[in-house]
């Protein structure tokens, strides 16, 4: 037994008053800890405050990756045409820059088009932290940038669209702005499609056969080139289903470096160009009068004299002697005998066959805009007869390749598209019965065996089609025999017509008609692609 002292009861008062002490002590330290955990959390806000930057206002790389979400663009055949990719932005702090003109200088070493004035004012704008000098940089030019360490120059990333086959369906894809933002072409006109394909990433497929593309391209320029026009158009259609194969504008531009090209390369001539049309239209007027039953395959007419209407001399630039056929109306472009024929039809039938050809409105293609046709409401004789001879409305290579597809149709017209169709559904616009469109068709086919089509005539490929010479408006509001806009528009195989071609030359000069100048680039382009569609032609002769 434990004898009791004052040391072990001193002893049992220490360790009594310790125990009351712990709950306390305890207490201190979880506050403590507390207290420092709040520290911790406050500390990590503020370091995520410091590197985000406002959260009430909008995040900027936020917005961008939203706003640059596009999609690839692809052609039919799974061809990448355009994509974006990793670009950089040239930046400056101006604050951190010791030398602007020395500057300057350096990076006009990279980019010699940049202005040297202009860069020394922004390198000197201490009143802005970070200034832009320059967009959409390949990592080769940051790398060359980089190379030569100047201080206060950096980079930020950034995105930009690419354009891998160059200059290649320049027209139909348009382009973009440096923010991405689009500007022409499906990337404007397709621009919902492309950002949503994005979200969902899968490319957007479009009509377009890149093979079928290079050769018209090709066989364009070098018409326009040698004809010395000012500009050519040209567009291939599936005219069943109405997809574009091929849509091409002389000059070509590389939307790569779009801001650079000139505006007259940048300019889409086949759906936002507007001309009269010239005899291409004839064909249409013979089927109106032909579907009204005021002609009839086996009437002749005599076109060996002039014809006046309202005062105005109508005349054909080759008379046609003796007595002359609807075939040879066509065949031979009479002026004479459209007017006949289209003053027979009258001014209110005549505009509701061209409503439903799709030649006074504009077209349906996905570009960034499709211009609308010039058709004033036809009043006097004289403009009735005008326009059953193609003066007096003014259209697009576009629309002028959808009204063909009725050649294709037995009698309906297609919409063009530059949208890869797929399964959906086509729904045509009746315009003529099928026996008429056959009928037409043969003299379409006359015209380039016997008339003035010869020269887009393709062995083995019974290419069908009508020449159009219109003479432009001069400065004094008159015809100008010297500035002609020359076309050809046809069908192919007339056989068993699927396929729709419309070429046109702009200021193609005295002589440049359209027999002489467009429709040779017809045949040049279908003896190339008719392999890739599937058909076979002769060999020439040599």
């Not at 500390?43 to 706003?67: I, K, M, N, T, W």
């Not at 300019?267 to 007027?285: Q, Y």
């Not at 045949?523 to 002769?538: I, S, W």
């Amino acid at each position: 037994m434990r004898t009791w002292s004052p040391a072990s009861a001193n002893r049992v008062g220490v360790l009594a008053a310790s125990a009351e002490a712990a709950p306390a002590r305890y207490r201190i330290r979880a506050l403590a800890f507390a207290i420092f955990a709040v520290c911790l959390l406050l500390a990590g806000r503020a370091v995520q405050l410091a590197f985000s930057g406002d959260p009430l206002g909008p995040s900027r790389q936020v917005a961008r990756s939203e706003a640059v979400a596009r999609a690839d663009i692809v052609d039919r055949n799974g061809v990448l045409l355009a994509t974006t990719v990793r670009a950089f932005a040239l930046t400056a702090s101006p604050e951190r820059v010791r030398d602007a003109s020395g500057t300057a200088d350096m990076l006009r070493s990279v980019f010699p088009e940049l202005d040297r004035a202009t860069l020394i004012r922004r390198l000197t704008d201490r009143s802005r932290r970070l200034v832009y000098l320059r967009r959409s940089l390949t990592p080769t030019l940051r790398a060359r940038v980089e190379a030569l360490e100047i201080a206060g120059i950096g980079f930020e990333q950034e995105q930009r669209r690419s354009y891998p086959q160059g200059a290649l369906a320049a027209h139909v894809l348009g382009f973009t702005d440096v923010d991405l933002q689009p500007l022409a072409g499906v990337e404007r006109g397709l621009d919902g499609l492309i950002r949503e394909a994005g979200a969902d990433g899968r490319p957007v497929r479009l009509s377009i056969d890149v093979r079928v593309q290079y050769a018209l391209e090709t066989e364009l320029a070098r018409s326009a080139e040698a004809a010395g026009a000012s500009g050519a158009a040209a567009v291939l259609l599936d005219g069943r289903t109405g997809e574009t194969l091929a849509l091409a504008s002389w000059p070509a531009f590389d939307p790569n470096e779009a801001g650079r090209a000139p505006e007259a390369s940048r300019r889409d001539r086949v759906a936002g160009d507007v001309h009269e049309l010239g005899s291409t239209v004839k064909p249409f007027t013979i089927a109106m009068a032909l579907e009204e039953d005021l002609t009839r395959p086996g009437e002749v007419f005599d076109l060996s004299r002039p014809m006046v209407v309202n005062g105005a001399a109508i005349e054909d630039h080759e008379p046609i002697e003796g007595m002359a056929s609807l075939r040879d109306i066509i065949a031979h472009s009479s002026n004479i005998g459209a007017a006949r024929l289209a003053l027979r039809l009258g001014r209110d039938r005549q505009r509701a066959y061209l409503d439903r050809l799709g030649l006074t409105q504009a077209a349906t293609l996905e570009v960034g805009r499709n211009q609308a046709p010039l058709a004033p409401a036809a009043g006097a004789e004289r403009d009735v007869a005008g326009l059953g001879f193609g003066y007096g409305l003014a259209a697009t290579p576009a629309s002028l390749a959808g009204a063909y597809t009725v050649f294709v149709n037995d009698g309906a017209r297609v919409a063009p598209t530059l949208l890869a169709r797929g399964d959906a559904p086509i729904t045509p616009t009746p315009v003529f019965t099928p026996e008429v469109t056959r009928q037409v068709l043969g003299y379409l086919r006359a015209a380039v065996t016997h008339g003035t089509g010869r020269a887009a005539d393709v062995p083995g490929l019974a290419v069908a089609g009508k020449t159009g010479t219109a003479e432009k408006l001069g400065t004094d509001a008159t015809y100008d025999e010297g500035r002609n806009f020359s076309s050809f528009a046809g069908v192919f195989p007339a056989t068993d017509p699927r396929y729709v071609i419309v070429v046109a030359l702009d200021d193609a000069g005295a002589g440049g008609a359209g027999g002489v100048v467009a429709a040779p680039v017809v045949a040049r382009t279908l003896r190339r692609v008719a392999p890739m569609l599937g058909l076979a032609v002769e060999a020439p002769v040599r």
